[in-house]
């Protein structure tokens, strides 16, 4: 199946590893302008690192997301660049682990911030140039947690809720811009930020990290975590003109973690 990606110009925050990086690669892979953002020298590693293998241009840029300024930067980079954004896919790194005890007011504010704020600058801002684009998207990457709650998440299960009501909401004001908009919620992908929160389980219950893992699989009917490549296939193709009529959707990509029917 032809993605008609070629020479579409793509813009994916938080890029620099993980689910966002892979996300990338794909893009660049089916013949994308794509732009990347991450706070720190490993962007412009990971840019190299993706233009290196597909031959690709692959813009980086540093940028803090939780920094409105660094947004508006981000945006016009990528436009002044590629002279124009087809498709956006709004990632950030996620929120500190922990339960309601655990969590106080700032990072709660720093999360709402990070989480949603960024979306909504992001969006705001990329708006006019998609509006102008022949086949405009937009994928918000939330969590699997907007269904099922994960144990010592408390700021992920609450705040992703909120970019699930933004991005279902504007699957609906935005269509008669032909612009669709939809999530994916992934499930446990092994990442650096699962590597993280792996440590965090075991330091809290002197668990080794293997059991750890062992124990996350067992959750998983696929009996296993995903890995990037997959998460990333999917994400290209809904944002893809191939996905032309999918819109307003929240996809789970889990390996079926999610008990509930629908
Ligand atoms: P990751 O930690 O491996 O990568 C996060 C990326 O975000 C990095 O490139 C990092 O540099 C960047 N980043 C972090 N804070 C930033 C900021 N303030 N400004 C700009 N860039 C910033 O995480 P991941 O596993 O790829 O996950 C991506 C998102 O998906 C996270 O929000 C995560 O919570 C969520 N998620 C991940 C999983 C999973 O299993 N991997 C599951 C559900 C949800």
Do not use: H
């Amino acid at each position: 199946m032809d993605l008609q990606l070629n020479g579409q110009i793509v813009l994916v925050t938080a890029a620099s590893k993980g689910l966002g990086k892979a996300t990338a690669r794909q893009f660049a892979r089916e013949g994308a302008k794509v732009a990347i953002c991450a706070r720190s020298e490993l962007v412009e590693k990971a840019a190299a690192e993706i233009e290196n293998e597909t031959g690709t241009e692959v813009l980086a840029i540093r940028a803090d997301l939780t920094k409105p300024e660094d947004v508006e930067r981000v945006i016009e980079t990528t436009v002044t660049r590629f002279g124009g954004l087809d498709i956006l896919v709004t990632n950030t790194g996620g929120p500190p682990s922990g339960s309601f005890d655990d969590v106080d007011l700032t990072e709660w504010e720093t999360s709402v911030n990070l989480i949603l704020l960024s979306a909504v600058r992001l969006i705001k801002l990329a708006l006019p140039y998609l509006r102008k684009s022949f086949t405009p998207a937009i994928l918000t990457i939330t969590s699997s947690s907007t269904k099922q709650p994960v144990q010592n998440l408390i700021l992920s299960n609450s705040i992703r809720l909120s970019v699930i009501g933004l991005t279902k909401s504007l699957s609906r004001e935005l269509g008669l811009d032909r612009i669709r908009v939809n999530s994916i919620l992934p499930g446990w992908t092994y990442t650096e930020r699962v590597e993280e929160l792996i440590a965090a389980r075991t330091a809290r219950n002197g668990k080794s990290p293997a059991e750890e893992i062992a124990n996350i699989n067992s959750t998983v009917p696929l009996g296993r975590m995903g890995k990037p490549e997959e998460f990333a296939n999917v994400a290209v193709f809904l944002c893809s003109p191939a996905a032309s009529f999918i819109n307003g959707v929240m996809l789970q990509v889990d390996g079926g973690l999610c008990q509930s029917v629908l």
